[in-house]
């Protein structure tokens, strides 16, 4: 009797491996799946927004930039590029079985550090926006921080006091912080 039931799990197992690699292999590609042909596309539309546009009055050709938000996202985009290298190597070097425990155990904690420290630049993001800023950009390094706030308000001491506060209730081994506002168009 269990060499029957044994026998139905492992049928019933491999016909379900069967059919889904059947409908894998026949399903339609994924668009958008290609995080390469993504990050291209974003480039393509920058380069198609630095088009000339001629003054005819004068004769002169000026090239018009939207630099706001695709430089935010631009910078965004480097920052997980860089932040996703390092990842890998460490994973490298965790995965690594020629290297002692005790560096594995510090590549697997600085992999630790790396994820909080990106998940902390989320939330302090989503703080800032939430004081009524239209974007923030949060890049923490080492013992530093450095915040690019897009407002279309007058910055003022008190407001990047206030954003100072914010950090350091986030980060609280940061000794410099920077908070830098940039006029929205």
């Known amino acids: 009797m269990l060499l029957k039931k044994q026998t139905v799990w ?8 069967v059919v889904l690699s059947v409908y894998y292999i026949t399903s339609p590609e994924q668009k958008g799946s290609n995080l390469a042909a993504v990050e ?8 198609k927004k630095q ?12 090239v018009s930039t939207e630099a706001s938000d695709e430089v935010f ?4 985009l480097e920052l997980n590029d860089k932040r ?9 070097e965790v995965a690594s079985t020629d290297l002692p425990p005790a560096k594995r155990s510090d590549a697997y904690d ?37 915040i690019t706030v897009k407002t279309k308000t ?4 008190k407001a990047a006091n206030e954003i100072i506060r914010q950090v350091k ?3 609280s081994d940061m000794n410099y912080v920077a908070v830098e506002f940039q006029p929205s168009k």
């Open 110 to 146: 600085q992999m630790k550090k790396l994820n909080e420290t990106a998940q902390k630049e989320e939330v302090l993001e989503t703080l800032i926006k939430a004081m009524g800023y239209e974007d923030a950009l949060v890049r923490a390094d080492g013992e530093q921080v450095r």
């Open 10 to 17: 492992l049928l019933t197992m491999l016909s379900l491996v």
């Open 40 to 47: 291209q596309k974003a480039k393509d539309q920058t380069i």
């Open 84 to 92: 996703n290298q390092q990842l890998e190597s460490l994973r490298d």
């Open 73 to 76: 996202e631009t910078l965004r």
């Open 169 to 171: 209730s986030e980060f």
């Open 51 to 62: 088009t000339p546009i001629a003054d005819k009055a004068e004769g002169k050709t000026v």
């Open 154 to 157: 007058k910055h003022s001491a």
